[in-house]
């Protein structure tokens, strides 16, 4: 198949899980995770239609998207990887939401950031709903608390949540438990749901799912 066969399946789907949800149609935002691919691979997706796409690094992004982005105005840009306080500079300057805020140093190196650049990125949170140790993002009992930290101390706004379930679990209890989160936190964004579970995301509440090697094959 070809990506923009599999790009339109993916877009089918979606549109039928926010039928089976009762959500509205286009209540979901498709993030292209494009990670591994580089600006040739990515341009037939951008001819496509898409313009919204995750990286997870931003040294890696740093190779591809600029030329991308100067190519087609309305690229959305998301950081969906771990961030480093020394790229917090980079990432500001490149991405246009960042997915994965999770500890104060972070938070408070981005606020710095959008300060100086006098740039505003949509931020989420990251949340460690499986409380793995080798994975990042903050503890659920933590959420809540810190989101306050960002909002008050950081004058921060943030926007969503965002999590990773565990890869050997099933991801409903996960997605049920980052939605309650963002209630609890005044949250309105949940980023959640891969190519192997998007659907079963988009039943618990996902405004945003972030599907890589369905539309661009395996990495
Ligand atoms: C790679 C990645 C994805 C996409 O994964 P697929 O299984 O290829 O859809 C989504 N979210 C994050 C954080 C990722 O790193």
């Known amino acids: 198949m070809e990506l923009q066969e599999r790009l339109n399946e993916v ?23 494009s990670k591994t691919f580089d600006a040739d691979q990515i341009r037939p997706a951008i001819s496509a239609g898409q313009r919204v796409f995750g990286e ?28 480093q306080s020394n790229k917090a500079a980079d990432a500001v300057a490149l991405f ?9 140093k972070i938070a408070r190196a981005v606020a710095d950031e959008m300060k100086r ?6 931020l989420y949170v990251q949340v460690n709903t499986g409380l793995e140790p080798q994975k990042a993002g903050i503890a659920p009992d933590d959420t809540v608390a810190f989101v306050e930290l960002c909002r008050k101390e950081l004058g ?28 609890e936190a005044g949250v309105e964004k949940l980023s959640m749901g891969m190519s192997s579970d ?22």
């Open 11 to 33: 877009r089918s789907h979606i549109a039928t899980a926010e039928r089976q949800a009762g959500r509205p149609d286009g209540a979901v935002r498709l993030v292209a995770v």
């Open 56 to 83: 997870n690094r931003v040294q890696e992004s740093q190779g591809k998207w600029p030329e991308l982005k100067a190519e087609t105005p309305g690229i959305e840009l998301h950081l969906i990887g771990p961030l």
């Open 96 to 104: 246009d939401v960042i997915e994965t805020i999770d500890r104060e």
């Open 117 to 122: 650049q006098g740039k505003r990125l949509q």
């Open 156 to 183: 921060l706004s943030i926007d969503g949540l965002m999590c990773i379930p565990p890869a050997e679990e099933n991801p409903g209890p996960h997605f049920a438990l980052l939605a309650k989160l963002a209630g």
């Open 198 to 219: 998007y659907e079963t995301a988009i039943a618990f509440g996902a405004t945003s799912v972030r599907v890589g090697s369905a539309i661009f094959g395996a990495r």
